[in-house]
């Protein structure tokens, strides 16, 4: 054995010694194939994992694991996820049942439960309603208002409303970062007024962030640096937007001086 492969089949065996220790009475489990994980969850030790008990292994996933834990808080994906585990649906997985059908790592299997069960009635469009009861699912708080300006982001036809292919491209616009500069633009101008105040900015952070978002202050000093007006109105151009979003984006350290001096004047 490998020394890979000699802690693999430790870990086993003390699952398996764990187990057997607390419920000697029951059938051994090692003769169903059972893995280190499966005994690991099996709480009661009745040789099957109950929905709780399968929910509560998959809550105790690795930091490194694709799967974030928190996507296993919204219903629907939990009970399509449970329902593609339980083949002969009797509400237990045998050993066999729960390694034959682990969690998808397919994201796209996600996003589409995830979309069906937010698409409220039926139409295969998400509106702005719908798409914050699917966004609060992953983000939280996701006020009405807010839907209806990040609706915009992601709907190519404006008809107000996200198809699935839509809203797919939206969610994968995001996590790569790298909307079209016309989606940047109007991201962060909530009024459409065309200019992106700081406090729209700080708004729009706050919506999809929360707690991890730049206090406003630092919102406010890094839109100055941006904006081209002396003193500066904390109020960028889709230009200067579209600048303010750029990774590659550099800060003159004479105009951020400047900017600090504006804002503590204010």
């Given at each position: 054995l490998t020394s890979g492969s000699r802690a693999i089949d430790a870990q086993y065996k003390s699952a398996l010694?764990?187990?057997?220790?607390?419920?000697?009475?029951?059938?051994?489990?090692?003769?169903?194939?059972?893995?280190?994980?499966?005994?690991?969850?099996?709480?009661?030790?009745?040789?099957?994992?109950?929905?709780?008990?399968?929910?509560?292994?998959?809550?105790?996933?690795?930091?490194?694991?694709?799967?974030?834990?928190a996507i296993l808080e919204v219903p629907a994906i939990v009970d399509e996820a449970w329902a593609r585990a339980d083949k002969d649906h009797d509400a237990a997985l045998t050993?066999?049942?729960?390694?034959?059908?682990?969690?998808?790592e397919d994201m796209a299997w996600y996003m589409k439960v995830a979309f069906n069960a937010s698409d409220a009635d039926g139409d295969g469009l998400l509106n702005a309603t719908e798409f914050a009861a699917l966004m609060a699912c992953?983000?939280?708080?996701?006020?009405?208002?807010?839907?209806?300006?990040?609706?915009?982001?992601?709907?190519?036809?404006?008809?107000?409303?996200?198809s699935m292919l839509e809203y797919s491209a939206f969610i994968n616009h995001a996590m790569a970062g790298n909307f079209t500069p016309t989606v940047v633009a109007k991201m962060f101008d909530v009024d459409g007024d065309g200019s992106a105040t700081a406090e729209e900015i700080h708004e729009v952070l706050?919506?999809?962030?929360?707690?991890?978002?730049?206090?406003?202050?630092?919102?406010?000093?890094?839109v100055c640096a941006f904006d081209d007006d002396t003193p500066?109105?904390?109020?960028?151009?889709?230009?200067?937007?579209?600048?303010?979003?750029?990774?590659?984006?550099?800060?003159?350290?004479?105009?951020?001086?400047?900017?600090?001096?504006?804002?503590?004047?204010?």
């Open positions: 010694a764990l187990w057997q220790g607390r419920w000697p009475a029951a059938k051994s489990i090692e003769k169903q194939g059972a893995s280190a994980e499966f005994m690991s969850a099996d709480a009661d030790g009745d040789g099957v994992l109950s929905k709780n008990e399968w929910f509560t292994a998959n809550q105790n996933l690795p930091d490194d694991c694709f799967m974030l834990p050993p066999a049942e729960y390694d034959a059908e682990p969690l998808p992953f983000k939280g708080e996701l006020l009405h208002n807010k839907a209806e300006h990040f609706i915009t982001w992601g709907d190519e036809d404006n008809d107000d409303k996200l706050d919506a999809f962030f929360g707690v991890g978002a730049p206090p406003l202050e630092d919102v406010k000093l890094n500066s109105d904390f109020a960028l151009t889709p230009e200067q937007t579209i600048m303010y979003a750029s990774p590659e984006r550099e800060m003159p350290a004479e105009k951020l001086e400047d900017c600090a001096g504006q804002l503590a004047v204010a």
